[in-house]
């Protein structure tokens, strides 16, 4: 079995210079100070939350326990009045939560994003949390043009505990669901609620400083006075002790961020740089894999247009989809769970695109990989389930998880935050794999347990389509280069893939 050592040295990133692709490994320069974040830490207790109601319920239960005597930080991309035990549920929603909390006592912040698509959700909710007494409510407008703060975590402290949480998981009625994903739920919202899988981890130990200090660098930047709304009041900074939990478990964590590069007015004080630790571990992770790549993700895009794997250079080397190719190359299996439906106006631009990265791969698997692709969808009761998640899982050893999906929008672009994650005991990436391939597949975890025959199981149901598993309904025609034949892409494809559906504000020299 391999050290601790060995993990932390084969999967984490050194955060010096860059990956031999070019992408940087280094925290952004304006990571200084107080804020300044470890490479990693040890001593840390990670635990799965699998789907939006175990999630939920956690951030409730925690927010509770503060019982008015510690400090609650919300970072969102989206959050509403959702409730945590459901709709039908004699509970008290989120808000209502947050304002108990504040009112007996606990010091509260909160920032959501403030991009477009979120203002007709997040600017109801921070007017009623000011309403409600919760002065220290914003939405930050920081990101690069047509983009948004996509981190979606949390932070409870109290004298005797500090803990966060992230994942994908927002706290909005769109994100509340049960891992059984039944197709006729009541107590999903009547408008927004439907069949979705997520993922997130509470995390207990020494990381939960790091993640405070991604909320504090964000509340205490330079740009607060233009960056959060509304600009009045003026927001104090954040001037507690950071936590500093003692050790607790066998997990080591390393914080991973995406911060694109913007300008002065619409970027934080780091604008010039940027961050981009969670595209250089999922490249890190891609290349050192030995026997498989499971994938969850809501977009699994490959880069630009025309797609960087039909390039050389820079562009084409780090395009994960090109890595995942060159990953099969050398006997790698690749699984991934996607969408088989979508969620808004941009879908054929996404369905396209993803189509065209799932091709290239089983092209790669037909010109002779000895790696395997297998790419499925779920449903249930013959309504798709959605895959929000964002997570890799790589040799049953190391573990990417948060809210960033694979493509250049959150690799490059967006407000990101992720953890990678590996064991002293060498468990935690089997058994999360286990775990979910138990929820998708129906069989009994300890049934997936080794590999291989967790791989043919996860195959045969894939293909007999019997259960949650079907595969992934990819267009054969959806090709590049295109082919006589071949599906044109939809019309403006490029401009809306680069400007809204996929930008990319990366470092130069890549693009």
Not at 245 to 264: C, D, E, K, M
Not at 340 to 354: G, W
Request: a negative charge.
């Amino acid at each position: 079995m391999p050290t601790l050592t060995d993990l932390k040295n084969k999967w984490f990133l050194p955060m010096t210079g860059n990956n031999p692709d070019g992408v940087p490994q280094r925290r952004h320069s304006a990571d200084a100070g107080p804020n300044t974040l470890s490479v990693s830490t040890d001593g840390n207790l990670v635990t799965p939350l699998i789907d939006g109601e175990t999630y939920m319920q956690r951030w409730r239960d925690r927010l509770v326990a503060l019982g008015g005597s510690g400090e609650f930080m919300h970072g969102g991309w989206r959050f509403e009045e959702v409730k945590p035990d459901g709709e039908t549920a004699a509970t008290k929603n989120a808000l209502e939560e947050v304002r108990d909390s504040n009112s007996a006592g606990s010091d509260t912040w909160v920032l959501i994003c403030r991009n477009l698509l979120m203002q007709p959700f997040n600017r109801p909710t921070t007017s009623w949390l000011r309403g409600a007494g919760v002065s220290t409510t914003c939405m930050d407008a920081r990101f690069p043009a047509g983009g948004s703060n996509h981190q979606k975590f949390a932070l409870h402290k109290d004298v005797a505990a500090a803990s966060a949480q992230l994942g994908s998981i927002d706290l909005s009625f769109s994100r509340w669901d049960t891992p059984v994903h039944a197709p006729a739920n009541p107590d999903w919202h009547p408008t927004h609620g439907k069949q979705t899988h997520d993922t997130g981890a509470f995390v207990e130990g020494p990381a939960v400083g790091d993640i405070e200090r991604c909320f504090r660098e964000r509340w205490n930047d330079t740009t607060r006075s233009t960056g959060m709304q509304p600009l009045l009041p003026r927001q104090p900074l954040i001037t507690s002790p950071i936590a500093a939990p003692a050790s607790v478990g066998p997990h080591s964590v390393q914080v991973l961020r995406t911060y694109g590069i913007t300008n002065r007015l619409f970027g934080y004080s780091w604008h010039a740089t940027g961050e981009f630790t969670v595209w250089a571990s999922y490249l890190n992770a891609i290349k050192r894999a030995s026997t498989y790549i499971y994938i969850e993700d809501q977009y699994f895009l490959p880069f630009d247009w025309p797609p960087c794997f039909s390039r050389t250079g820079a562009a084409r080397d780090t395009d994960i989809v090109f890595q995942l190719g060159e990953a099969m190359r050398r006997g790698v299996h690749v699984i991934v769970l996607t969408p088989s439906n979508d969620e808004d106006a941009t879908h054929m631009f996404q369905k396209y695109q993803r189509d065209v990265g799932v091709n290239f791969l089983n092209a790669v698997r037909a010109g002779g990989s000895p790696g395997e692709v297998v790419v499925s969808s779920l449903q249930n009761g013959g309504t798709d389930v959605y895959v929000h998640s964002k997570l890799m899982i790589v040799d049953d050893e190391f573990v990417l998880i948060g809210s960033t999906n694979v493509g250049q929008r959150s690799m490059t672009h967006d407000g990101e935050l992720h953890i990678g994650v590996v064991d002293d005991n060498d468990l935690f990436a089997k058994d999360l794999r286990k775990t979910l391939w138990a929820e998708h597949t129906g069989r009994p975890a300890g049934t997936l347990d080794p590999f291989p025959t967790a791989f043919t199981h996860w195959k045969a149901d894939t293909a007999a389509s019997g259960g949650h598993l079907r595969p992934y309904p990819v267009d054969p025609l959806s090709v590049f280069p295109a082919v006589a034949g071949s599906n044109a892409p939809p019309l403006t494809h490029s401009t809306t893939m680069r400007t809204v559906v996929d930008p990319y504000a990366g470092p130069a020299g890549i693009r």
